[in-house]
């Protein structure tokens, strides 16, 4: 069922779907493996989708967790809603560049671990920017964040396509930025693991 809805989502709005098909078990299991999850108190998922990831992520967290998830495309929110019933689950529609009030008005104050799944590619670079300068403020010393990019790496800018790096974007907030590629993926994709947060420089 998923697959079928993300498909039809992918080809009605590819801008918020940014992605051809649902994560592999493999994809996700790259982007889970560096995380501290067994002692993680409050995970945070940007870019949900379908929720493969995310039925990941409350397998592997332990009972007292809890996992945010913020998806902007509303019929992806709503296949999550009916598809997950884990009282651990806190869904959120909104724009991940809205996170810092969303977290604030539900009370969180801080993020254990970070999985994120944005086509960043499809975002300008002040766009992402934005979204690191508003999640900066909630992670500690110990977070770390994965975020994957397939890797033929293309960005949509100007009408055109060009190919982008993540790279330099993630060592701005990030003292180690590591990166492994996952081929058992449709299309294939490169995971970076980020550790150790630092203050953005403006």
């Known amino acids: 069922m998923s697959f079928r809805v993300f498909a039809a989502e992918a080809l009605a709005d590819f801008y918020t779907t940014a992605a051809i098909a649902p ?47 913020f998806e902007i495309n509303r019929r992806f929110w709503r296949h999550l809603k009916r598809s997950f019933r884990d009282p651990r689950l806190v869904l959120i529609n909104a724009n991940v560049a809205n996170m810092d ?20 590619g499809f975002m300008s670079e002040d766009q992402r920017q934005t979204i ?36 330099p974007t993630l060592n701005r907030y990030f003292r180690s930025v590591q990166s492994k590629i996952v081929w058992r993926n449709l299309p294939p994709a490169c995971v970076f ?9 403006h």
Do not use: W
Request: some cysteine.
């Open 132 to 167: 690191f300068q508003r999640l900066m403020p909630f992670v500690h010393e110990e977070t770390i964040l994965t975020q994957y990019q397939y890797i033929h790496g293309l960005q949509f800018a100007n009408g055109r396509l060009r190919r982008l790096s993540l790279r």
């Open 101 to 120: 009030a969303e977290l604030k008005r539900r009370g969180y104050e801080r993020v254990d671990a970070v999985v994120s799944s944005l086509g960043l």
């Open 23 to 69: 994560s592999s078990p493999h994809l996700a299991s790259a982007m889970l493996a560096p995380l501290h999850l067994t002692r993680a108190r409050v995970v945070l998922e940007l870019g949900a989708g379908t929720g493969a990831i995310t039925q990941s992520l409350l397998n592997a967290l332990p009972p007292s967790s809890t996992l945010i998830v």
């Open 193 to 201: 693991t980020c550790k150790m947060a630092v203050a953005p420089q």
